[in-house]
């Protein structure tokens, strides 16, 4: 049982090193961990963010533990250098297709969204986020035009084969919660869309059972600070699950907890929080680590199919709240270290 744990940038580190006080507590037979460089970290010590040893590392193992990259230091470097690179070179090397974003207020912590209470505490939901197309890996660039004028250009689009594996996947996990699937697109305008919604009605009679919805982006997004309880599965392009689920999160209001799966064919996947690195806190140990530490619950439980102790760690986590222990981010005191010990003493 091989993982590769991949801090990263700015609070990557703190929050990683607490998850791997946990894994280590649990004493799992035959579990090794394997450290990579990946990030600005990366490019600061290797020149590229996500070095050639690092994708080694990454194949070696069955699944990776991730931190957080991003680096304000490197944004004058060319695109292919940025600390970003290092993410969007994993998902796409080792085939991390389904990015699964859940996302429900915890008992408890009603409070801390932006949202009235009564509208947040319905929240349930789980954003399916296709993470190999779209726009982000289509040809892109800067050219001139014949007047002399600048022109960036990204070009977007979906083969059929991508968009009904992604959809396999939302209705997949549609099945196991309530059967309701939302399918975003902005079919009233772009063509890659129309495609999407086609191949999403084909495949959904695979599965007579699920009920499917179509919902353009525009209306999801306000539909998602409107009425939230009224989603379960969404299934969505790069772009619009990037954006749609900050939102989803942020409604909730604890990014700080809120894990995240990018999953291949198979039991390979990556795990990281949502939450990115954080540089205004960084190296400061205020960090709230519980996400990450949710994190390498989900990749016990998808990745090396150790469900009993991934439930073991979530219910620590859920302690550690229901005892008041919170980092700043949920209006509590407590540091990144200090958060750590309390959940390891929970387990
Ligand atoms: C995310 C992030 C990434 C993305 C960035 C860091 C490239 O925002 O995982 O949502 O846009 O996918
Ligand atoms: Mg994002």
Redesign the pocket.
């Known amino acids: 049982m091989r993982i590769a744990v991949f801090a990263g940038d700015g609070i990557g580190p703190e929050v990683t090193e607490q998850a791997v006080r946990v894994l280590e507590k649990l004493d799992l037979p035959g579990l090794e961990l394997v450290e990579g460089d990946v990030g600005g970290a990366a490019y600061y010590k290797h020149g590229h963010p996500l070095p050639a040893e690092t994708l080694d590392v990454a194949r070696s193992a069955q699944a990776i533990l991730f931190g ?3 680096d304000f230091s490197c944004d004058h470097l060319e695109r292919h250098l940025r ?3 290092a ?2 070179g994993l ?1 796409k090397e080792l085939g991390l297709f389904a ?1 699964l974003r859940p996302a429900q207020v915890f008992a408890g912590l009603e409070d801390l969204t932006t949202l009235r209470p009564e509208v947040a505490s319905k929240i349930d939901l789980l954003i399916v ?1 296709e ?1 190999n197309g779209d726009v ?1 890996f289509g040809e892109k660039g800067m050219r001139r035009l014949e007047d002399g004028r600048r022109q960036g250009w990204d070009m977007m689009s979906y083969a059929e084969d991508e968009v009904r594996r992604i959809a396999q996947v939302g209705f997949k996990a549609a099945m196991g919660r309530s059967k309701k699937l939302c399918s975003v697109d902005k079919a009233n305008v772009l063509e890659t869309s129309q495609l999407w919604r086609d191949v999403v009605i084909e495949v959904a009679k695979e599965y007579p059972e699920v009920e499917l919805t179509h919902m353009y982006v525009d209306n999801a997004a306000m539909q998602l600070v409107k009425n939230p309880g009224q989603f379960d599965v969404i299934v969505t392009g ?2 619009f ?2 954006i749609l ?2 939102q989803a999160s942020m409604c909730v209001g604890s990014i700080g907890l809120l894990a ?1 799966a ?1 999953l291949a064919e198979g039991t390979y996947g990556l795990y ?1 929080p ?1 939450h ?1 690195s954080a540089p205004d806190i960084a190296g400061k140990g205020l960090a709230n680590p519980m996400a990450t530490i949710l994190s390498a619950a989900m990749l016990l439980r998808h990745s090396l199919g150790l469900e009993a102790a991934a439930a073991r760690i979530e219910a620590a986590v859920a302690k550690t709240l229901a005892d008041g222990i919170k980092g700043g981010d949920l209006g509590g005191t407590a540091g990144t270290r200090e958060i750590g010990d309390a959940v390891l003493e929970r387990l």
Do not use: K, W
Request: hydrophobic share 30%; net charge negative; proline share 4%.
């Open positions: 957080a990259v991003g600390p970003e690179q993410i969007l998902r990015n986020r993470l982000y790069n772009l699950g990037d689920s900050d995240s990018s990281e949502i990115g």
